[in-house]
């Protein structure tokens, strides 16, 4: 059984479609017992975790922060951590790239969940991996 909580902290309220398309992910990526949560927020909160964990002073978009980057630990449940979303980055991106906001925070919980689970994009070999598997879990 899966297990994820989404913290709405920026009351953006329009997420319900969400839990059926992670529903979806999580099927696809044949991903049993795992906990996980989301947290949609604002900027400030993201620049500040940004810049306390990764030393980067500006809010970005997701960021997210796995709870056993050393390897599977031995619980009933396979905790895997923590996604945030700037609500406001997201909004301003679904105009930017003309996706709409469902499209792209989508996206983002799919690309948050896929960093959770090990995979990056800090070489052109794993950024094709990512994105590849980044289009067959949003179709």
Same mark, same amino acid.
């Given at each position: %059984? *899966?297990? $994820? ?9 329009? $997420? !319900? $479609?969400?839990? !059926? ?10 991903? /049993?017992? =795992? ?8 900027? !400030?909160? =993201?620049?500040?975790? /940004? ?6 002073? /500006?809010?970005?978009? =997701?960021?997210?922060?796995?709870? /056993?980057?050393?390897? @599977? ?10 996604? $945030?979303? @700037?609500?406001?980055? %997201?909004?301003?991106?679904?105009? *930017? ?8 925070? @989508? ?15 800090? *070489? ?5 991996? %990512?994105?590849?598997? !980044? ?5």
């Amino acid at each position: %059984m *899966n297990e $994820y909580f989404i913290e709405d902290k920026y009351h953006y309220q329009d $997420y !319900q $479609y969400l839990y !059926q398309i992670i529903d979806r992910a999580l099927n696809k990526l044949e991903l /049993n017992n =795992v906990s996980f949560s989301i947290i949609l927020t604002d900027d !400030q909160e =993201v620049k500040t975790l /940004n810049n306390r964990y990764r030393g980067i002073d /500006n809010t970005t978009d =997701v960021l997210s922060f796995a709870l /056993n980057d050393q390897g @599977s630990i031995n619980l009933p449940i396979n905790l895997l951590g923590d996604i $945030y979303i @700037s609500i406001p980055k %997201m909004k301003e991106q679904a105009i *930017n790239y003309e996706t709409g906001e469902k499209r792209e925070l @989508s996206f983002l919980i799919i690309h948050g969940l896929l960093h959770l689970l090990g995979y990056d994009h800090l *070489n052109e070999e794993d950024e094709k991996i %990512m994105i590849s598997l !980044q289009k067959e879990l949003l179709k």
